[in-house]
């Protein structure tokens, strides 16, 4: 059973994208994407609101039944509807299964369909033709544009290439089957015997790739030009109109002359090698995320013979789905390709579901064992130490472990698994295995070198936000992965900073997250102790220093007591001394009501008040954790 909350979303989405286009578009690529996004949803939206009444229009109908003051011709009407409701029940909620599935990002999408004679001679050159007619009849029908970009024609009136371009809704995912190898049998027109020949065409289908989906460096770009062929007389270009596009890192190479003007020619060309690239980088992707690859429908591969058309007999048989229809000349108006298309597209839904279902299977058995594993070490978070562990093993979110086949979890990553759970096991924390953790929305990445951000730091940036300048300059002490830097400049857009560690390696792990989040223009790093630190006049001195008394160190949790640098944690005697020493010090950094946060342990604030108010500080903000204890100071330097 899908949840219900699922499917609710998708009548909100739609009818967001519905009030959204019914706006005045500002940004027109915006609105296609939109719209595409809108079209998709409108041929579910039917389904979904049925499902979500579902319940309701079932429980009226089993009042009438089971109500012995119905008639029982009415009973009989309420059985037989409460049937069909069922049934409709059953096959709207397969069809919401399959739109629930994770998508191909290029479904959506134009496509480039490339078309090319194979053997065969000039009777190839003919199928081809037909083909491309198909393809012009099959797109006038569905409403899509065509374009063509490059065709080169053959004596016998067929064609040895055509390059065309499909513009309209959902097209990739239609056409995307078509790649392959189609095979013609048929009496050519220079045949006097009457004998039936073979010969083939092969199709290649892209999604239209756009620039923000490739990013192509011309410097990996050779551009030739030359003078341009034509069959004579006035078609005869004088002008060197014709591109060649070389891609020099895969070696795509890419011709066009369709067009007199050399700039339209580098244009199409370019649209090519785009989507061919692509292309190349989807089917890197495809073999990671397929648990079966040639089980899959819409492989792509040119060199597969996909289907059959037979003349003599009338027939046309797609091979991947053992299909044959007695419809040749309908086949090829485009008059009954949806009725092999429409196949194709469930069986193709029909193997992401299964590989969906055993994904789940292997994922469950694998978060199992290693949760059992953890649990018997008592590790409380073993369930949940287990999905972080294993969602970033498969590069994927955690919340799409069970909905998602986006890599096979093979022996080398299973075992791998359990390599990484059995040093869990040892308490060495979660963090440190996938060296990142979650801090204000954003990865951070971390190690050994650096404390792991706690979300009770969370609510000092969440004050410092509230409090802060529009343009302050801000310096952390102690900055460790930058968690607290980096997050209060990502909030605070003309925010400049500087972060300060004493340990090296923890300044490389800094400057590393900075690069991550585009800040490093706004943000320098360094190390210095807090004696030598000489930059003054800042708006904001922030720091979560060490303050665990040394007498506590050895009653911390193993994660924190084992693993995490002592260095960070170790704050004295009374857990202050580091404390005292920032603010004494920050009297100096802070410019006259500058702010100064800390953050403390939760039976520290006496002690820090104290010590603040005995120096020229006020207290502007205490902030509680969840459990109702002081853990921030914000304070002003008077």
């Known amino acids: 059973m899908i949840p219900l909350d699922k499917v609710k979303n998708i009548v909100k989405k739609y009818e967001a994208l519905e009030k959204e286009l019914s706006l005045e578009a500002k940004d027109k690529k915006l609105f296609v994407k939109k719209s595409k996004e809108y079209a998709s949803f409108k041929e579910i939206i039917d389904e979904a609101k049925f499902y979500i009444n579902f319940e309701n229009e079932k429980k009226s109908l089993e009042n009438i039944i089971n109500d012995k003051k119905s008639e029982e011709e009415m009973i009989n009407l309420a059985k037989s509807e409460m049937s069909a409701l069922e049934r409709k029940y059953e096959n709207y909620q397969n069809k919401i299964k399959i739109f629930l599935l994770p998508k191909d990002e290029a479904d959506l999408k134009n496509a480039i369909i490339e078309i090319r004679a194979g053997t065969g001679g000039s009777e190839a050159t003919l ?117 060649r596009i070389t891609h020099i890192p895969t070696g795509i190479v890419v011709t066009n002359q369709d067009e007199k003007s050399q700039h339209k020619n580098k244009a199409k060309a370019m649209k090519i090698v785009r989507s061919r690239i692509y292309e190349l980088e989807r089917e890197k992707i495809e073999k990671e995320r397929s648990l079966d690859r040639k089980s899959k429908i819409g492989t792509g591969d040119r060199s597969e013979r996909i289907r059959t058309y037979n003349f003599p007999q009338g027939r046309v048989t797609d091979h991947r789905i053992n299909v044959t229809l007695h419809k040749l000349t309908e086949f090829l108006s485009g008059d009954a390709f949806e009725e092999i298309n429409d196949v194709l597209r469930i069986k193709d839904q029909e193997i992401k579901l299964e590989n969906l279902n055993n994904w789940k299977m292997i994922i469950q058995q694998a978060i199992k064992k290693g949760s059992k594993l953890l649990g018997s070490r008592k590790i409380k978070t073993n369930v949940l130490d287990s999905e972080l562990i294993l969602s970033n093993l498969l590069n994927i979110k955690r919340e799409h472990l069970l909905l998602s086949d986006h890599r096979k979890l093979n022996d080398y990553l299973y075992n791998k698994f359990i390599s990484l759970m059995k040093k869990r096991s040892k308490n060495l924390p979660v963090s440190y295995i996938i060296n990142k953790k979650e801090f204000w929305s954003l990865d951070f990445e971390v190690n050994k070198h650096t404390l792991i951000p706690r979300p009770e730091t969370e609510l000092m940036v969440e004050g410092l936000v509230k409090h802060g ?73 922030v720091s979560n220093p060490p303050y665990i008394p040394n007498w506590q160190m050895k009653n911390l949790v193993d994660d924190v007591k084992l693993f995490e640098p002592k260095l960070a944690l170790r704050g004295g005697i009374d857990g202050l001394d580091l404390i005292r020493k920032i603010i004494y010090k920050s009297k100096i950094l802070l410019k006259k009501k500058g702010l100064l946060a800390l953050e403390i342990n939760n039976n520290q604030y006496n002690g820090v008040k104290s010590i603040l108010e005995s120096s020229g500080y006020r207290i502007i903000d205490k902030i509680k954790d969840f459990e109702s204890n002081i853990r921030c100071i914000i304070s002003t330097k008077l």
């Open 127 to 243: 199928f081809a033709y037909d083909l491309f007619r198909m393809y012009e009849k099959v797109s006038l029908k569905k409403g899509w544009g065509v374009e063509i970009i490059n065709i080169s024609k053959s004596e016998a009136g067929g064609l040895k290439e055509a390059i065309i371009l499909v513009k309209g809704s959902g097209v990739y995912s239609t056409m995307k089957f078509e790649s392959g190898v189609h095979r013609v049998q048929r009496v050519p027109k220079t045949e006097t015997q009457g004998r039936v020949h073979t010969s083939a065409a092969t199709i290649a289908v892209l999604p239209e790739a756009e620039e923000v989906d490739v990013k192509i460096n011309e410097k990996d770009l050779r551009i030739d030009v030359y003078r341009s062929t034509g069959s004579g007389g006035q078609s005869v270009n004088t002008t060197d109109s014709a591109v």
């Open 469 to 541: 300048k529009r343009q302050p300059k801000i310096l952390d002490i102690g900055t460790g992965s930058g968690c607290i830097i980096i997050s209060l400049l990502k909030e605070l857009k003309l925010a400049t900073g500087i972060g300060v560690d004493i340990c090296p390696k923890a300044i490389s792990m800094a400057k590393k997250n900075a690069r991550t989040h585009k800040i490093t223009n706004r943000i320098k790093f360094f190390r210095s102790s807090l004696e030598t630190i000489f930059f003054k006049n800042f708006d904001i001195v």
